[in-house]
């Protein structure tokens, strides 16, 4: 079993930046691949993006995508999400979570969501 905590989250400027960072304990986080979502008030999840437990590979959200670079460093059991250009449509609360099976892009793939940090751009 993982338990990931995020962090990070806070109160930004349109165009600014915030670097988030989804801790682990337990299980390392070079075992799977983790995702970050976000969800918005009175919306459903969204995919942000996903890193792969090597991390060769990276996949992003439409929305986000050549605004967002997901990383992780195993070395410190961390995965990491650089969100420049923020906008205020990027206001959530974002989650990370453990990916298990199925999918990248859809919430029931995942386990052992963290509580979420909450993001803030305002105009």
């Known amino acids: 079993q993982v338990q990931l905590v995020e962090s990070g989250g806070g109160l930004v400027q349109a165009g600014g930046s915030l670097r988030l960072s989804c801790a682990a304990s337990?299980?390392?986080?070079?075992?799977?691949?983790t995702g970050w979502f976000r969800q918005a008030p009175g919306k459903e999840h969204e995919f942000v993006a996903v890193i792969s437990w090597s991390g060769g590979n990276t996949y992003y959200g439409d929305s986000v995508r050549g605004r967002f670079t997901i990383s992780r460093d195993n070395a410190k059991n961390t995965v990491y999400l650089q969100m420049n250009s923020l906008k205020p449509e990027d206001t959530a609360v974002y989650y990370c979570?453990?990916?298990?099976?199925?999918?990248?892009?859809?919430?029931?793939?995942?386990?052992?969501w963290g509580q979420g940090t909450q993001v803030t751009v305002s105009s």
């Open positions: 337990g299980r390392t986080v070079s075992s799977y691949a």
């Open positions: 979570a453990a990916h298990h099976s199925g999918g990248y892009y859809t919430p029931i793939s995942y386990e052992s």
